[in-house]
T-cell receptor, first 114, second 114 residues
Framework: EPEVTQTPSHQVTQMGQEVILRCVPI?????FYWYRQILGQKVEFLVS????????KSEIFDDQFSVERPDGSNFTLKIRSTKLEDSAMYFC????????????FGPGTRLLVL | AQSVTQLDSHVSVSEGTPVLLRCNYS??????LFWYVQHPNKGLQLLLK??????LVKGINGFEAEFKKSETSFHLTKPSAHMSDAAEYFC????????????FGSGTQLTVLP
């Protein structure tokens, strides 16, 4: 069964450093998403991506964040200058259908900013 | 805007007894609703989805949920709990935009006692 994969599973970085989180969505999906879950808090939407551009983004997704689909398979989230409060589990998701289809999540990348 | 409220942060049942995890939603349109499960140190797995077809939705591992518009509820049930059901469960509503961002509830931690 196809699944979303994410690398790395864990990342530790120093405050102010740039990190890139990588995701390989399910191959025939068209919609891609990033969510995050700060420890003890709800899963929060960050951004959605379709047709090589951002469809929607939340207030969390400020100028320090960017997303890219550099080739036909990878989908990346870049945090330019990490802050302590960026420490969280980051989930990538993909969906095949416009509108009502479900989103399928990867296992997550746990980011720790020191 | 849409939201979900999971009425219980923790539910504890004995193995073999029924499970009921409660969820109420708020939406200004006909929502798509989902239940996801998260086992410890694992990603988010889709249990089931409601997308305006049958109001009683069957999912994986014997779970089902009933969409009740008059009560704005989407409770998750299972007739007989298994030890492997112990996990955190999230009720989720889909947004109205074309990319349908997901809004998560705060989660219900299910404990299954032997």
């Amino acid at each position: 069964e196809p699944e979303v994969t994410q690398t790395p599973s864990h990342q530790v970085t120093q405050m102010g450093q740039e990190v890139i989180l990588r995701c390989v969505p399910i191959s025939n999906h068209l919609y891609f998403y990033w969510y995050r879950q700060i420890l003890g808090q709800k899963v929060e939407f960050l951004v959605s991506f379709y047709n090589n551009e951002i469809s929607e983004k939340s207030e969390i997704f400020d100028d320090q964040f960017s997303v890219e689909r550099p080739d036909g398979s990878n989908f990346t989230l870049k945090i330019r200058s990490t802050k302590l409060e960026d420490s969280a589990m980051y989930f990538c998701a993909s969906g095949g259908l416009r509108g009502q289809g479900a989103q399928y999540f990867g296992p997550g990348t746990r980011l720790l900013v020191l | 805007a849409q939201s979900v409220t999971q009425l219980d942060s923790h539910v504890s049942v004995s193995e073999g007894t029924p499970v009921l995890l409660r969820c109420n939603y708020s939406s200004s349109y006909s929502p798509s609703l989902f239940w996801y499960v998260q086992h410890p140190n694992k990603g988010l797995q889709l249990l089931l989805k409601y997308t305006s077809a049958a109001t009683l939705v069957k999912g994986i591992n014997g779970f089902e949920a009933e969409f009740k518009k008059s009560e704005t509820s989407f409770h998750l049930t299972k007739p007989s709990a298994h030890m492997s059901d112990a996990a955190e469960y999230f009720c989720v509503v889909s947004g109205a935009g074309s990319a349908r961002q997901l809004t998560f509830g705060s989660g219900t931690q299910l404990t299954v006692l032997p």
